[in-house]
């Protein structure tokens, strides 16, 4: 970390620091919220979850080496500690003056209804050939992830690249006080978190608060594919496979595998890459980390080398093969604009019968059913010739002229998946990530 004292920390959150004063200039060497991880030097951020309270392990925080604790109680230990009426706005208070502290650096965005966390890790691909790069980890994209993200970048950072995930209005100006990108970047506008956000003229107007404290001078780069990203003023560059975009793609090759091949046009230019990666979508991701990399002047041999170095994170898209078939892992999350996105990379492999094993996909508010019904209607139309639906909202999933089932919950499906399937099978698992469509996945790698 770059230095942050139990001075600067206080003053930043407007707490009340009780213990010793000469300690005022100890610095602290990572600032974390789950005691578990608290090391020798940390500030460790006592915070009251859903599941327990973080003022709980206060004490072994100390045991642990803790120099430090931000505390929505008196502490009765004679230990320092900083005393705030709210630890949630504490470390984002900390984490806006922490990310001011960085005056030269590249900021990188990331929004949208999906392909954020593969769009991030694009552009940080393409961007760690030329730079220090740091990045989102895992999924640390709500106002309690991104704080850390800022609040853990190391002192040599050149880059930045902070994935923001909200789900109602309000969010992502707090987000984007904290983040001050220099760089921004939107994906598209889905049909996502509709209870709090209504319709995608809500989820464009959410995902856009991003602007709200935006560097004077930042760049915006938006996926020109999207009808509503399409339509925003002031854009620097418009990405996306379609020809009208300043960055676009031409001879766009799936292999059916892992990887889809293509030409990526720009400035004059077509260079061929390839994309280790499913679904001709992931293009417009290269397309997009391209944009940024040549916004920050990298040379194309790099942009190219970066984009073919990408790996895929965690139940994202992943292509596992056994014995009997081919499964596409995508159960980390869902939503209709994800899912027909995948139906499609569904039906572009090779390989036998395409099989879909569909569950809930939740927060879509009052048009839920709908939604649900044209997934359907959109897989029947795909060519998916074997659907699975698990859970309430997915029994709405129905695709005419499909060999069809329908189960109430994940177990009752695992009693029946492996009757159903046949070798050589290409099956998609998707599904909202509460449906824990995980073990389905699980029980497929051993049949």
Not at 27 to 51: H, N, P, Q, W
Not at 80 to 96: M, T
Not at 111 to 128: D, F, H, Q, R
Request: net charge negative; glycine share 8%; aromatic share 6%.
């Amino acid at each position: 970390m770059k230095l942050l004292t139990l001075g600067d920390i206080a003053e930043a959150c407007g707490g009340q620091f009780v213990g010793d004063k000469s300690k005022l200039t100890q610095a602290v060497k990572s600032v974390v919220i789950d005691s578990r991880l608290v090391e020798e030097g940390s500030l460790f951020v006592a915070i009251k979850g859903e599941r327990t309270d973080g003022h709980l392990y206060i004490n072994k925080a100390y045991e642990s080496g803790a120099v430090c604790v931000i505390s929505e109680q008196v502490i009765s230990a004679d230990r320092p500690y900083v005393l705030v009426r709210s630890s949630e706005q504490a470390i984002k208070d900390i984490a806006e003056f922490y990310r001011s502290l960085f005056c030269n650096i590249e900021v990188v965005g990331i929004t949208g209804s999906v392909g954020k966390t593969s769009t991030k890790e694009m552009i940080a691909s393409v961007l760690s050939t030329e730079f220090t790069v740091h990045k989102t980890q895992g999924n640390f994209n709500n106002e309690l992830g991104v704080p850390l993200t800022l609040l853990s970048m190391p002192e040599d950072t050149e880059v930045a690249v902070v994935e923001m995930g909200i789900s109602d209005f309000g969010e992502m100006t707090r987000l984007s006080k904290m983040v001050r990108p220099t760089v921004c970047v939107l994906t598209n506008i889905g049909c996502c978190h509709l209870e709090n956000l209504k319709d995608r003229d809500g989820v464009l107007k959410a995902k856009t608060e991003m602007f709200s404290y935006k560097e004077d001078d930042a760049l915006i780069f938006v996926n020109g594919d999207d009808d509503k990203l399409a339509s925003l003023d002031n854009v620097t560059a418009f990405y996306g496979i379609g020809r009208g975009n300043d960055y676009y793609a031409e001879d766009i090759e799936n292999s059916g595998e892992n990887s889809v091949k293509c030409k990526l046009c720009f400035d004059g230019k077509k260079i061929d890459a390839t994309v280790p990666a499913l679904g001709n979508y992931m293009v417009a991701n290269a397309l997009g980390a391209a944009a940024v990399g040549k916004a920050l002047n990298m040379k194309d041999e790099n942009i190219v080398k970066g984009i073919e170095s990408y790996k895929t994170v965690g139940s994202r898209a992943n292509l596992v093969s056994t014995q009997l078939i081919r499964i596409i892992d995508d159960c980390y999350n869902a939503n209709p604009t994800s899912v027909k996105a995948a139906l499609e990379t569904l039906c572009n492999m090779n390989g036998g019968r395409k099989a879909a094993i569909l569950g809930d996909m939740k927060e879509l508010g009052e048009n839920e059913i709908e939604l649900h019904r044209e997934v359907g209607e959109f897989a029947a139309k795909s060519g998916v010739q074997v659907l699975v639906t698990v859970g309430e909202l997915a029994k709405n999933i129905n695709a005419d002229g499909v060999e069809a089932y329908h189960f109430d919950t994940v177990e009752n499906a695992l009693e029946e998946i492996d009757t159903i399937l046949h070798k050589d099978d290409v099956v998609l698992v998707k599904a909202s990530h509460s449906m824990h469509f995980e073990k389905i996945v699980e029980f497929l790698k051993n049949m």
